[in-house]
Each structure stands twice: as C-alpha cells, then as structure tokens.
C-alpha cells in the first residue's frame, strides 16, 4: 500500500521515536504489517528544507529512513500533470478512456533511503528556490485579499524580482531545472518564458500582468470553464512539458504531427484527477479571506498526488478546501472518487485508517 504522508505526520513520528518510543513502535508495527510503502515528493523535501535547514532535513530522513520502503517522486507535481495529459493525449486520439492508473509507476519509482537523502543534499538549493517562490505567491495572494495595500505589494515584487535577476535566486534556472531531459529548443522557451515574466515584474510589480504577458495567456484560447487562474496552470505545464519526447511517443504509436496538435487544443484539464484537485485546492484558496500562508502553497502541490497513491494524508484546511469544492462545482472534479484524501491526525488515527483501506482493499471494490 502506497501512503502518502502530510510533512507534519512525519514530524510527529519524529518527535514519538525520541519522546514516545512506545506510541512509535505501535505505528511503525501497523506501517509493517500492511505492507506500507511511503511516498515522497520534492515537496516534502521543500517543506523541511525551511528554517534551520540542517536540523529540519536530518530530523525528517531520520523519519523516512525508520519507516522502511519508499518511492521518490523528485520531479514534484509537475510530473504528475506532464503523466496526465499524456495519457489524456493518446485516450483523444485513440478513443480509449484515458489509463490514469499508470501514472503512478512513472511517478513513484521505487528507491531506496539512499537515494531520497542523496537528493535532498544535492537539490537543497534549488528546494530553498520554491520556497522563496512560494512567499512570493503568498504575498501576491495577500494582496488581492487586501492584506497588504497594493502599493506595498507592488514594491515587494519590484524588489524580490530584482532580486531574482541578479541570480540570487534565479527563477530561469528554477523554471528550466528539469528540462536537462529536452531539446535545447524547448530549453531555451522555457527560459525566455520566465525572463519575460521577470522583465515584467521587475518593471510593474504586477504579478498577473506579468503571468499574463509570460505565458501568452491574452491570446491564448478562453477555457469554456472557471477562469484565467485555472488556465494559466494549465498553460503552465503545457508550455513546460516535454514535448518532444511526448511526441515521440505518439508517433511511435502511430498518431501523425497534426493530429497531435488538435489533440491538444481538446485537453480537459477537470478529466486529470491530479491537476482538478490541485486547481481545485487552489481555487478555494483564492477566495479564502485569511492571510495566504507560503506553506499553503506546498499543500495544494501535495493534494495533487492523492489520485495516484491508495491514500494521502493531508492538512485539515486543505481537506476542507477541497471538500468544498467537489460540493460546489462537482464537475470540475468528475473523477476525486477515484481517491482516498484524508485529513491528517494523530499516529494512532492513520494507523487505523491505514487498517480500514488495507481491508477495504482485500475485500475489493464490490464489498466497499
């Protein structure tokens, strides 16, 4: 069973092996005897690469490496949406339904504890990078909520954005750290991309103005569905997937350039069980009224995962974003039932949950 747990539940067991080694060993007999794998992204690696970032990674390896087996999805989020309109691609074009299922083995491959704490020493300066990105959209958020005047606001993107063209934190580089596996042409878009969204931003301090004028998004098709937000993540992961090597893919399969092409101006982004919940955390975020915090932006990335593992754990404003969502615009989410997302809680609570989807699951889907 492959879980997913919220970066605070790793932190619980942390403190449990040092202060509560009896509440520890229950969990860690439960985790066994299910079979349990952990799922780890390069999100929970951003969340402990903040504050005292020697202290929060060790104490968080020391976790992952008590709990056994593990998956490693180093490429965050984005490799699940890039999976996902693949597989959307190809079902256009076959006239199949789409087989969401396989995302997982791409994303999750296995590793070993070796593997995760090698590559959270060798990418914690790029980790530090999303954080510093993930201020920078909460202070944008907070001034469209009126925490910070707009004046205010503005002078703090002129800055952080100059910051960033001086490459103290480079946002070309963050953009294009995984397009080492593309063309060179594809490399040099992506770059052009975000120095754009930089010129802009360093010269308005306007953030939309500067998403829009970055990602083409005044010319780009209107979506028949909820606004420019929800299509500029999708033109976000369009513009920076790997598209020659999806393409390659297709023809080898026998789908000819053009029809590829059409294809995808038919992608349905609220079909992708991932990216709808992502947008869907993140549409509800937006018209939440308290302060936008920087780790609320790691969270929705985290959401985005609970299609394609058998449970994920995640923070409770977050559940209930998401909750809220499905209520209100359930076509916009057609396939959350595909997934089990629960709220985070005490060691002994998962472990029961664990117990309860580990039974479910030998029953089968005709007993649940």
């Known amino acids: 069973m492959l879980v997913y747990l919220d970066t605070s539940s790793l932190a619980h067991f942390d403190d449990a092996l040092r202060k509560s080694p009896q509440e520890a060993r229950a969990f860690q007999q439960a985790w066994n005897d299910l079979g349990s794998e952990l799922a780890v992204s390069r999100h929970h690696l951003v969340e402990a ?78 980790l530090e990078r999303h954080t510093q990105l993930g201020r920078m959209i909460a202070e944008r958020e907070n001034a469209n909520r009126g925490k910070l005047t707009e004046r205010d606001a503005r002078r703090r993107m002129k800055v952080f954005a100059k910051r960033l063209q001086q490459r103290e934190l480079h946002i070309p580089t963050l953009v294009a750290e995984r397009t080492k596996r593309v063309s060179p042409e594809l490399r040099s878009a992506v770059e052009e991309q975000a120095t754009r969204f930089l010129e802009t931003l360093a010269e308005t301090g306007n953030f939309d103005k500067a998403s829009r004028k970055a990602l083409f998004l005044d010319t780009f098709p209107a979506m ?66 308290q302060v936008a915090r920087p780790s609320q932006i790691v969270d929705h990335m985290h959401a985005a995962f609970a299609p394609h593992v058998d449970v994920l754990f995640a923070d409770s404003e977050t559940v209930s974003h998401i909750e809220a969502e499905v209520r209100d615009r359930p076509r916009l989410l057609r396939r959350f039932h595909e997934c089990k997302l629960r709220r985070n809680a005490s060691l002994e609570r998962i472990a029961d949950d664990l117990r309860a989807i580990g039974l479910q699951n030998r029953r089968g889907p005709a007993s649940s």
């Open 224 to 289: 028949s569905q909820p606004g420019v937000q929800d299509m500029a993540i999708l033109v976000t992961h369009l513009t920076d997937m790997p598209w020659p090597g999806v393409n390659s893919w297709l023809q080898q399969l026998g789908y000819a350039p053009q029809a590829i092409a059409s294809a995808v101006q038919r992608i349905d982004p609220y079909d992708m069980p991932g990216m709808s919940i992502f947008m869907a955390a993140r549409r509800a975020w937006r018209e939440a009224t």
């Open 49 to 126: 690469s903040q504050g005292a970032v020697p202290f929060n990674m060790e104490r968080r390896l020391a976790a992952i490496r008590e709990l056994g087996r593990v998956r490693l999805a180093r490429f965050g989020c984005e490799r699940v949406f890039e999976c996902e309109i693949a597989w959307q691609l190809l079902a256009t074009l076959s006239g199949q339904a789409p087989e969401y299922g396989r995302v997982r083995e791409t994303v999750f491959p296995p590793a070993t504890f070796d593997d995760v704490f090698r590559f959270a020493w060798t990418e914690r300066e790029n």
